[in-house]
């Protein structure tokens, strides 16, 4: 089976830095995904990571661990706008499958 | 580019009654996949195809539902009978496989929210 685990949910303030983490246990690994969801709307993605290390995308940054089956998103200068729910994604297929199994999600609320 | 389009947004029926989604996935996408998501499971794949053939229904959760999907511009979801404890979202997703590379994403439609009472 998958196991994806992330925190339920962070408060941070406008402005600042928030960190979401993500370990899994997974029976393979493909890459992983983060994805953000406004509340009512459809999940869009964010980032992605297959090999060890930091992806930097304007405000937006995921680490990946491999050996640790832990990654995490890091959010800077937040907005209010940023308050959403973020889904950690792995794609736990072979080489030529596509099935993404997702976290339950981390509800990120800014405060002013 | 129109994005993925599902139809309809919103749905509400009766136990019993037959539920038919429909979604147009992102022309040129060779992947569509549809998922379902409620606040006690998250976001959970039910089944995906790959050039118009079912690759994996293992996330179909019983007989009573199934997808088609017969042309690469067109799939549908249908649930007969429906139950209450189908009421959730669900969402229909494209991707497009460009060469080997596996950066990309799923673009999600906007969800169909079916309510079972």
């Known amino acids: 089976g998958q196991n994806i685990d992330q925190p339920t949910e962070m408060t941070a303030t406008e402005g600042a830095i928030v960190q979401i983490n993500c370990t899994y246990q997974?029976?393979?690994?493909?890459?992983l995904f983060w994805y953000q969801q406004h509340a009512g709307e459809a999940p869009t993605f964010l980032s992605y990571?297959?090999?060890?290390g930091l992806e930097e995308k304007g405000r937006f940054s995921s680490f990946l661990s491999r050996s640790k089956g832990y990654s995490y998103l890091l959010l800077k200068e937040l907005q209010m706008k940023d308050s959403a729910s973020y889904l950690c994604?792995?794609?736990?297929?072979?080489?030529?499958?596509?099935?993404?199994?997702f976290g339950a999600g981390t509800t990120v609320t800014v405060r002013a | 580019d129109a994005g993925v389009i599902q139809s309809p947004r919103h749905e509400v029926t009766e136990m019993g009654q037959e539920v038919t989604l429909r979604c147009k996935p992102i022309?040129?996408?060779?992947?569509l996949f549809w998922y379902r998501q409620t606040m006690m499971r998250g976001l959970e794949l039910l089944i995906y195809?790959?050039?118009?053939?079912?690759?994996?229904d293992s996330g179909m959760p019983e007989d009573r539902f199934s997808a088609k999907m017969p042309n690469a511009s067109f799939s549908t979801l249908k649930i007969q009978p429906s139950e209450p404890r189908d009421s959730a979202v669900y969402f229909c997703?494209?991707?497009?496989?460009?060469?080997?590379?596996?950066?990309?994403?799923?673009?999600f439609g906007n969800g169909t929210r079916l309510t079972v009472t």
């Open positions: 997703a494209s991707r497009a496989t460009k060469g080997r590379n596996y950066n990309s994403p799923l673009h």
């Open positions: 997974t029976s393979g690994f493909n890459g």
């Open positions: 990571n297959v090999l060890d």
């Open positions: 994604a792995v794609r736990d297929s072979g080489w030529d499958d596509y099935k993404l199994s």
């Open positions: 022309s040129g996408h060779d992947y």
């Open positions: 195809f790959n050039n118009n053939v079912p690759i994996d």
